[in-house]
């Protein structure tokens, strides 16, 4: 069964830093795997999604990386921006379904 | 292009009562996905549909709970004599593709909230 985890739960930093959210994941059978944001009492917006063969994705701001065999994923923000406070999710896809993970709240301060 | 279209976005029901929830895809996409987010735990997925067909029913709770997706109209989550357990967000996704895995991913809806008092 696969489990999707990532650590920690809730990060707050300083606006302007380079921060690293991890995802980790049991099972590397992964068809890819996809990154979202959720806003309080909102839905999911796709940030980066990541086929199993690709190991980054880029777009804007955001980098995320995918190395299958370690089971392991990175999502990036460069020069956060208090704008970026969020839940950010980690979703890996097999088997025309998604497994997530509970999610890291991050709080970007002023 | 009117993305994942769910209604209604907030909903309160009395235990017993009976909640429907709709969701209509993305333009273009045939496959409908419902997922379950409750209080402090990650989405759940539920189940997986095409048009007139049940895919993967591997996440429903096997009484009271039983989605539609009919040739015309929107996806149908219902859910029976509803009770304080199932107060829970409720995401629809869409994708244009199936099988293993959808190629461009998934495209989530904003999402019913249910309440049951």
């Known amino acids: 069964k696969q489990e999707v985890t990532q650590i920690p739960a809730a990060l707050s930093v300083p606006e302007g830093e380079n921060l690293v959210l991890n995802c980790s994941f049991t099972d590397s059978a992964i068809y890819n795997l996809q990154w979202f944001r959720q806003d309080p009492g909102k839905g999911l917006t796709s940030l980066l999604l990541i086929q199993s063969s690709q190991r980054e994705q880029t777009s804007g701001r955001l980098n995320a990386s995918l190395d299958k065999s370690s089971g392991r994923s990175t999502l990036y923000i460069a020069a956060s921006q208090p704008g970026d406070s969020a839940t950010y999710l980690c979703?890996?896809?097999?088997?025309?379904?998604?497994?997530f993970g509970k999610g890291i709240t991050l709080s970007v301060r002023p | 292009n009117a993305g994942v279209m769910q209604n209604p976005r907030h909903l309160v029901r009395r235990r017993g009562q009976e909640a429907r929830l709709r969701c209509s895809p993305m333009k273009g996409h045939s496959h409908v996905y419902w997922y379950r987010q409750l209080p402090e735990e990650g989405l759940k997925f539920m189940v997986y549909l095409q048009k007139e067909n049940i895919i993967d029913e591997s996440g429903m709770p096997k009484e009271r709970f039983s989605a539609e997706f009919p040739k015309e109209g929107p996806s149908i989550l219902r859910i029976q004599q509803v009770v304080r357990g199932d107060s829970a967000a409720y995401f629809c996704?869409?994708?244009?593709?199936?099988?293993?895995?959808?190629?461009?991913?998934?495209?989530f809806g904003s999402g019913t909230r249910l309440t049951v008092v």
């Open positions: 979703a890996v896809g097999a088997n025309s379904k998604l497994t």
């Open positions: 996704a869409s994708s244009s593709g199936g099988g293993t895995g959808p190629v461009y991913g998934y495209t």
